[in-house]
């Protein structure tokens, strides 16, 4: 079980295990995986539960664990986009079995090419992945089981490893720059990313709910202003994906975020004039 608002790997991740993706809708606040559709789209053949940590915030993991645990589930974390997120005195990735990070080099810890980790408290889910890392294989020649080549270069880890002291201070400067969009744009009528209490959003994204979206972004590309959309198209309706969803209309809050979402331009080196120019195309687009 896992979610449609996500980037398409999530999905992708689930079927390459042969598992048969259940992609359930968000809460319309966080915008993340809603718990109690979590526990109504179990059956007896689920498995496990996907949650992703859309954006940089943090799942309830105290409420998935749960029903993970009153269900026997496993619990997969997808953490790509939440380095360093936390709620409830939790880090991301330690109430999941296992949870993935991704080192893409758009990501809030990047490296200069592709790169990931899992992490995980489980001696044998650990073992596991180092098999399937390298071609199944912990002995040359003499694999233990059918794996993949998905062993990162080293130079991107020494990349990694010095990017990684700087990374507490870069996403501490993520969160002034959300805090300085949080009040740039408070007289706009438009929806923005919230942070449930105890939680620390780490807006790998900040994204916006806003209508006429086509305007904003015309506003955006006048004064060349980047924007993204993370999503645009959910994964339930995207062309590969579609046999595993229940088709337009099936998960009604994802589709209206996917058609009102508007990713701004966020990073460490941002400062107050900048936010503030983003927020003036933004109204003025929607005028
Ligand atoms: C939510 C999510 N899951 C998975 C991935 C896949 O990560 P990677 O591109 O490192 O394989 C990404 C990012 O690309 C992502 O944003």
Redesign the pocket.
């Known amino acids: 079980i896992t979610v449609s608002m996500?980037?398409t790997?999530?999905v992708a991740a689930v079927v390459y295990t042969g598992a048969i993706p259940v992609m359930v809708d968000v809460d319309p606040t966080s915008w993340t995986m809603d718990p109690s559709l979590v526990e109504n789209a179990i059956t007896p053949r689920t498995k496990a539960i996907v949650p992703?940590h859309l954006h940089g915030l943090m799942v309830d993991m105290e409420a998935i664990k749960s029903i993970a645990d009153t269900h026997g589930l496993k619990v997969v974390e997808?953490a790509?986009?939440a380095h360093g997120a936390q709620r409830d005195g939790r880090n991301v990735g330690a109430l999941g079995d296992a949870a993935a990070f991704?080192f893409?080099p758009g990501k809030n810890l990047g490296a200069l090419g592709?790169g990931?980790a899992v992490i995980t408290n489980s001696p044998e889910i650990a073992d596991s992945v180092r098999l399937l890392r390298n071609w199944g294989a912990k002995e040359k020649n003499n694999p233990d089981r059918i794996g993949f080549n998905y062993r990162m270069d080293a130079i991107q880890g020494a990349i990694l490893g010095v990017k990684l002291a700087h990374l507490e201070k870069w996403l501490e400067r993520r969160r002034q720059v959300a805090r300085l969009y949080d009040s740039a744009l408070s007289a706009l009528d438009l929806g923005k990313p919230t942070e449930a209490p105890g939680s620390r959003h780490t807006y790998h994204v900040y994204a916006v709910r806003v209508a006429q979206r086509d305007k904003r972004i015309s506003a955006f590309d006048a004064q060349s202003i980047q924007y993204g959309i993370h999503y645009p198209v959910p994964v339930h309706l995207q062309l590969p994906y579609r046999g595993w969803g229940r088709g337009e209309g099936s998960l009604p809050v994802t589709e209206r975020l996917a058609k009102e979402f508007l990713s701004l331009p966020i990073h460490s080196g941002l400062f107050q004039h900048d936010v503030e120019l983003v927020a003036m195309a933004l109204d003025d687009g929607g005028r």
Do not use: L
């Open positions: 996500t980037f790997a999530t992703v997808d790509a986009q991704s893409y592709e990931g």
